[in-house]
């Protein structure tokens, strides 16, 4: 009789023995999808808000002979090929270092949609109540100031040239004045100065365009 016991108690010790590695490998499998569904859902995530950066080809020129009078420092971006780009999209940025005998610091401009547009300027010879610079410069699309012609109302396409129109639109680029000669003396810049030039695509946060310019 007392055999028969024992041996119904070593029966049930190992079911139990059997039972705890299985309830352990069940636990292990759950915490295991959990996590595998917690990663896959932030990976989703990540991935999703991934913006693609346009190709698009552009070159920047700044020239000192521009406008009307052949007397205004004006700077032109081409686009010539790729991607149209919204302008309400992409971010000027320029870096000029002054020669050290002007004893100034670097200087920065910084251009995207929501920078204040640029009054009573002169372009072509005729005044211009409030445009934002750099305009659409194509008058089969409008006279600069007009909707459609600036900067963050049109898509940079491939073949458009946009421009600051003079003076006064590059200073709004550059971040410092060369309105007049005092001023350009004042910052050493001129004719074969440089300035750093970078384009960014806002959504990617890539570099469109990046270059020294060299004043034509």
């Keep these: 009789m007392n055999k028969q016991i024992r041996k119904r108690e070593k029966m049930s010790s190992d079911t139990y023995d059997a039972v705890s590695p299985v309830i352990g490998v069940m636990l292990m499998l759950v ?35 521009g406008g009307a009078d052949k007397n205004q420092y004006v700077m032109l971006i081409e686009h010539h090929g790729g991607s149209g780009i919204p302008t309400s999209d992409l971010r000027i940025i320029s870096y000029y270092t002054p020669p050290s005998s002007t004893k100034k610091t670097m200087q920065r401009g910084e251009v995207t949609a929501s920078t204040k547009a640029v009054s009573n300027m002169i372009i072509n010879g005729e005044a211009i109540s409030s445009v934002k610079i750099p305009y659409l410069n194509d008058v089969s699309r409008g006279k600069p100031g ?22 006064a639109g590059t200073t709004t680029v550059l971040g410092f004045d060369v309105t007049t000669p005092e001023n350009c003396a004042i910052f050493g810049f001129g004719r074969g100065s440089a300035v750093d030039v970078e384009i960014i695509h806002l959504p990617s946060q890539k570099s469109l365009y990046s270059g020294r310019v060299i004043v034509q």
């Design 31 to 65: 915490v295991t999808i959990i996590i595998a569904a917690f990663v896959s859902v932030f990976s989703g995530n990540a991935f999703g808000n991934t913006e693609t950066t346009p190709s698009a080809a552009m070159d920047v020129k700044l020239i000192s002979n």
């Design 146 to 167: 007009e909707a459609g012609t600036n900067f963050g109302e049109y898509t940079f396409s491939s073949g458009d040239v946009i421009s600051t129109g003079g003076s």
